[in-house]
């Protein structure tokens, strides 16, 4: 079965910075593009970033600048640096790859808060 672990986030002050990981078993993840999604109470799922399979890169304007996405085919494992966070990052996270079937990880909530 596949499955998309993820680890990572938690509650951080305005400017600090959280690094997220997903890591992914039961597929060739060399071959698959991965995503991070976030959606805060009240608003649509919203795509952060993606990186393809070539390590082609795709950030939403609001987090470009200051969120890195990259992967480690080795490790089967997808990375979301966030620096110089806002309060309104505040959201639960989603790793996502998509396929011929979408797979998703468990969530993980990053707090950005005073």
């Known amino acids: 079965q596949v499955q998309l672990v993820q680890s990572g986030g938690g509650l951080v002050q305005p400017g600090g910075s959280l690094r997220l990981s997903c890591t992914a078993s039961?597929?060739?993840?060399?071959?698959?593009?991965m995503r991070w999604y976030r959606q805060a109470p009240g608003k649509q799922r919203e795509l952060v970033a993606a990186?393809?399979?070539?390590?082609?890169?795709t950030y939403a304007e609001t987090v470009q600048g200051r969120f890195t996405i990259s992967r480690d085919n080795a490790k089967k494992s997808g990375l979301l640096q966030m620096d110089s966070l806002k309060p309104d990052d505040t959201a639960v996270y989603y790793c996502?790859?998509?396929?011929?079937?979408?797979?998703w990880g468990q969530g993980t909530q990053v707090t950005v808060s005073s």
């Open positions: 990186i393809a399979r070539d390590g082609v890169t």
């Open positions: 039961g597929i060739f993840f060399s071959l698959y593009s």
């Open positions: 996502n790859v998509p396929g011929t079937a979408d797979y």
